[in-house]
């Protein structure tokens, strides 16, 4: 299996080389040259499912490797709520992808992604510390950090945007610890964040620098194919349970709904229907920074648009990184087009949208009110507490399904564990949040819902916090030097 750059201006490379360059010199993304088919396998665990999908796609990862690499990132310590389990609630299903150790599914791919990268150094034959700098709009900057902390020759850079993430994302992030990290907020929002993180990757000067110090960048962003394809066995595994069940019928087709910032999650969905997944349709749900609902549902990409601080924090996105890999395929793998289409959005901020095969797709969008409506529908009906970003999920699928009559059954990934936004969730709740500290949000939460605070929240409050450093937007460049002595 080889991956070919989205702009074609990079030779094709084999997995190892992919994962451990992140993103192709120049700014393409990788993508493999082909998609294997594979079918459901209900009776598979999520480990030997796992190994099933990766051998598929990282060939040059031996039967051995991957069953290490598995069985030590999925471990019942770190999943004590099992891997990615499936909940019915009323006629709908909820993926929870919230179970590790860092309350978020970005757990599910950073818990694996250190082992394949620094086993594809070991197989590159790199003698050189890998430094990953990842922007993050809230819960993928907690999992690196953790994913990462402490990995002999690895150093990690989280950048943040200031005010743009909770108030216990941002604690998360600055009670890690560990002698490998370093944590920075940024002046701006996320996509401020993302874009200075690729114009340091670009930087052949400060590339050359760090060459000499021992150094070489990485990434841990879903820009990284070794972030992206253990996403996909998920899909798989949620399926599995549904047959395992008997909630649906051998070979029936299923709509996921997938709420959507960087487009990683559901683009993963994407290749697993591509693999053959029954899926029927592909619900992208954005909250009120709707680029992507306007991109799928009038085929125009255009981030000249206000951009919202919003309840749903993890996905004020503007510039989806991942939406490059979707425009390839739909440009029939055309990567001069692929190029000049991304270097439109940079200088002009839009850029028009081929019509074909995005009929897998729809796009949707709830804003915060609408989300704290289905929330709270949700519980009063099912008993169910949703997260603010599952919950404008929850809120797309059911608008769509009251517009378009669709009768299919809909699978809701479920992103985050709503104890990491208590104010939000209470307050859609009806609570009146304003005279109550965090630890006592919490505590509201578990008495409404009958469940336990998790352990990971629980002492978070009373932790040392690492010094808050604060960056320009400009100031990255200078920072990583900096740090870096």
Not at 80 to 85: K, L, N, S, T
């Amino acid at each position: 299996m080889k991956y070919l750059s989205t702009r074609s201006n990079h030779q094709p490379v084999g997995a190892a080389e992919a994962i451990l360059l992140g993103m192709a010199p120049g700014g393409g993304l990788f993508v493999p040259e082909s998609f294997p088919a594979f079918a459901p396998r209900p009776e598979l665990s999520y480990q030997e499912l796992a190994r099933e999908i990766l051998a598929l796609y990282l060939d040059d990862y031996s039967a051995a490797e991957l069953e290490q690499i598995v069985s030590q990132s999925y471990r019942a310590d770190n999943f004590p709520a099992g891997v990615a389990p499936v909940r019915k609630v009323g006629e709908r299903f909820m993926l929870e992808l919230w179970h590790g150790p860092t309350l978020a599914f970005k757990d599910m791919a950073l818990q694996i992604m250190p082992r394949l990268l620094t086993a594809a150094a070991r197989k590159c034959g790199l003698r050189r510390e890998l430094l990953i700098l990842v922007a993050t709009s809230g819960d993928t900057g907690k999992a690196a950090l953790e994913g990462f902390k402490d990995v002999p020759g690895t150093r990690v850079l989280v950048f943040y945007p200031k005010d743009g993430v909770s108030a216990i994302q941002e604690r998360q992030m600055l009670t890690t610890g560990g002698g490998n990290t370093g944590v920075f907020a940024v002046k701006g929002n996320f996509d401020d964040c993302q874009r200075a993180v690729k114009e340091l990757f670009a930087d052949e000067e400060l590339k050359q620098s760090l060459y000499k110090a021992g150094l070489q960048f990485s990434s841990a962003n879903s820009i990284n194919w070794g972030r992206l394809v253990p996403q996909i066995v998920y899909y798989f595994h949620a399926y599995g349970q549904l047959l395992r069940n008997q909630w649906i019928e051998p070979e029936e087709k299923i709509n996921v709904v997938v709420p959507t910032g960087n487009f990683g999650n559901i683009l993963a969905a994407c290749y697993a229907a591509r693999m053959g997944l029954p899926v029927n349709k592909l619900l992208c749900a954005s909250n009120s920074n709707n680029v992507l609902t306007d991109a799928i549902n009038e085929l125009t990409y255009d981030r000249r648009r206000p951009f919202y601080r919003t309840d749903s924090p993890s996905m004020d996105i503007l510039v989806s990184s991942n939406f490059e890999r979707l425009i390839f395929e739909l440009y029939d793998r055309d990567g001069g087009r692929t190029a000049a289409a991304f270097s439109g959005l940079e200088k002009d901020g839009w850029f028009k949208i081929p019509p074909a095969v995005l009929g897998l797709f729809s796009g949707g969008c709830a804003g915060d009110a609408r989300a704290a409506r289905a929330l709270a529908e949700t519980f009063r009906t099912h008993a169910y507490l949703l997260d603010p970003h599952t919950a404008v999920a929850a809120a797309v699928e059911e608008d769509y399904r009251e517009r378009t009559g669709d009768a299919h059954r809909a699978l809701i990934v479920s992103t985050a564990s709503p104890f990491k936004f208590p104010g939000a969730v209470l307050s859609a709740l009806g609570e009146d949040v304003s005279a109550l500290r965090e630890e006592d949000q919490l505590a509201r939460m578990s008495a409404l819902s009958g469940l336990p605070v998790p352990p990971q929240l629980t002492g978070l409050g009373k932790e040392a916090l690492s010094p808050l450093k604060v960056l320009e937007k400009g100031q990255l460049r200078q920072a990583v030097l900096e740090l870096l002595g």
